[in-house]
């Protein structure tokens, strides 16, 4: 079995240096990752608390979107994951229960509270790493940094909305980030630079506390972990990116926590990811990997060995869901290429005239492989789901699995939306849109109609 072979091959440096890489398939290898990101195996019945933050803590790291048409990305990623879940089960982490925080790692990131002493650190080191900027705002803004920290000291926590714009006659631009409030660049910066923390949300809106404040409410393990310095946190960030993704190539490693170190080091960035990994397989933590057509090392996590057992004895991905544009599975487009052979493409910001795919596309994962995207609209005067627009990739066939799977996964939407009804207005090809909208009638409709005319796909009316 291959955890017998990993466990011989990392009993020794001299052992795992001289043995042979493990051939995966890149249908293992995609499977893998998906195992490890909480996609291969079907979702709790009824997810629970634990079960949210359980996934959390496994992906490391929640990107933050605030595109709001079906629903802001963060809560889609764990709807992909866990299914229709209560969504006051994931807000309710962050505030009052302390057990995730906000942070810069993958973009704006919710993370798991267990690795707040890792980001303090980088906060304490901002100026040395990505951060210098802000640090700079941050000196020359003297009296707008002591005015918004004292705000937030006498009134208690604040969002942007709660201070006041200047009344100078200007108008925001269309690409003025931060708008004409120079407190709102203020608390970004603070926020980085780790004065204050995100203490809940308003709406959406971030509302910030002092730093102190919050921690006074988080647990104290989470407070006096180790602050690591830098070789220490890049061994550790190495290990959890392995653990998150599963299957990961040196290529691949730095984009995923978005690993950084000091300005001055600029280059070799392929060579110092393959030594972190190779110090991983030292230490038991990873095995190495070939995977077919990936010219690169690639390394498995131990924590995977068992899944590579399962899928070998004939586990298969059965699953079909959508995915955010910003999910940790694909926000690596060159991954995403190279792993699935699948082009993400995020059109929110390309005039309407020249999208192909639509505003705000969702890639459809079935069965393992990337087929397609989906542009999905929430109506919510109507409360209907509307898909205007499936797309299937080159080669995908249309048969009754990929219809069942992407009607299904359309339906677990539909309930955590809370939306009544779907829609599907169009497709590529068009056969696919009249043989699901067929498939999300109701039992009763579908019966009748079957009735009445014998439907020549053979799909029966409780599929």
């Known amino acids: 079995m291959a955890q017998r072979k990993v466990k011989m091959e990392a009993s020794?440096?001299?052992?795992h240096e001289l043995a042979a890489p493990i051939q995966l398939s890149i249908e293992e290898a995609r499977a893998l990752m998906l195992a490890a990101q909480?996609?291969?195996?079907?979702?709790?019945?009824?997810?629970?608390?634990?079960?949210?933050?359980?996934?959390?803590?496994?992906?490391?790291?929640?990107?933050?979107?605030t595109i709001n048409v079906v629903r802001r990305s963060q809560y889609l990623v764990l709807w992909s994951r866990l299914g229709a879940y209560n969504e006051a089960l994931?807000?309710?982490?962050?505030?009052?229960?302390?057990?995730?925080?906000?942070?810069?790692?993958?973009?704006?990131?919710?993370?798991?509270?267990?690795?707040?002493?890792?980001?303090?650190?980088?906060?304490?080191?901002?100026?040395?790493?990505?951060?210098?900027?802000?640090?700079?705002w941050a000196e020359k803004h003297p009296d707008i940094v002591a005015t918004t920290v004292n705000a937030i000291r006498e009134r208690g926590p604040l969002?942007?909305?709660?201070?006041?714009?200047?009344?100078?006659?200007r108008r925001a631009q269309a690409w003025d980030w931060y708008g004409l409030k120079e407190t709102r660049v203020a608390l970004e910066v603070l926020w980085t630079l780790g004065e204050l923390m995100v203490h809940s949300r308003r709406g959406g809106q971030k509302v910030y506390d002092l730093r102190e404040r919050v921690e006074l409410e988080i647990l104290g393990d989470a407070l006096n972990g180790?602050?690591?310095?830098?070789?220490?946190?890049?061994?550790?960030l190495t290990q959890r990116t392995l653990q998150?993704?599963?299957?990961?190539?040196?290529?691949?490693?730095?984009?995923y926590f978005r690993m950084v170190w000091p300005r001055s080091v600029t280059k070799g960035g392929r060579t110092r990811a393959q030594h972190l990994l190779e110090a991983q397989v030292a230490a038991g933590n990873a095995v190495r990997m070939a995977v077919e057509g990936i010219g690169e090392p690639v390394y498995l996590s131990s924590d995977r060995?068992?899944?590579?057992?399962?899928?070998?004895?004939?586990?298969?991905?059965?699953?079909?869901?959508?995915?955010?544009?910003f999910d940790s599975l694909i926000w690596d487009r060159a991954r995403a290429r190279t792993l699935f052979g699948y082009e993400v493409v995020f059109e929110a910001y390309v005039v309407p005239a020249k999208r192909r795919y639509g505003y705000y596309s969702l890639a459809i994962l079935h069965q393992g492989r990337l087929?397609?995207?989906?542009?999905?609209?929430?109506?919510?005067?109507?409360?209907?789901?509307?898909?205007?627009?499936?797309?299937?990739?080159?080669?995908?066939?249309?048969?009754?699995?990929?219809?069942?799977?992407?009607?299904?996964?359309?339906?677990?939407?539909a309930r955590f939306l809370g939306a009544k009804s779907i829609t599907v207005e169009r497709s590529e090809p068009a056969k696919l849109a009249e043989r699901l909208q067929r498939k999300l009638l109701p039992r009763a409709q579908r019966a009748s109609r079957n009735s009445d005319s014998p439907s020549p796909t053979g799909e029966g009316a409780g599929g």
């Not at 650190?121 to 990505?130: H, Q, Y």
């Not at 998150?244 to 984009?255: E, H, K, N, T």
């Not at 005067?381 to 299904?408: C, K, M, N, Q, S």
Request: overall charge negative; charged content about 25%.
């Open 38 to 65: 909480g996609l291969l195996d079907p979702p709790p019945a009824k997810p629970t608390r634990a079960d949210v933050l359980a996934m959390i803590e496994r992906l490391g790291v929640v990107q933050i979107d």
């Open 159 to 169: 969002a942007s909305a709660d201070f006041e714009r200047p009344n100078d006659g």
């Open 90 to 136: 994931f807000d309710r982490l962050l505030h009052p229960e302390r057990a995730v925080f906000e942070y810069w790692c993958h973009a704006a990131s919710i993370l798991p509270m267990s690795d707040y002493p890792m980001y303090r650190a980088m906060m304490v080191d901002a100026e040395r790493l990505l951060y210098d900027d802000y640090r700079d």
């Open 226 to 236: 180790h602050h690591k310095p830098q070789d220490e946190r890049l061994a550790a």
């Open 305 to 325: 060995l068992t899944d590579l057992d399962r899928l070998r004895a004939g586990l298969r991905p059965e699953r079909t869901v959508l995915l955010s544009p």
């Open 12 to 15: 020794s440096a001299s052992q």
């Open 371 to 413: 087929v397609g995207r989906l542009d999905p609209k929430m109506d919510r005067d109507t409360g209907t789901l509307i898909a205007r627009a499936v797309f299937l990739e080159p080669g995908v066939a249309v048969d009754a699995a990929l219809v069942h799977g992407i009607a299904g996964a359309l339906r677990d939407l």
């Open 244 to 255: 998150a993704m599963g299957v990961v190539a040196p290529s691949w490693l730095f984009d």
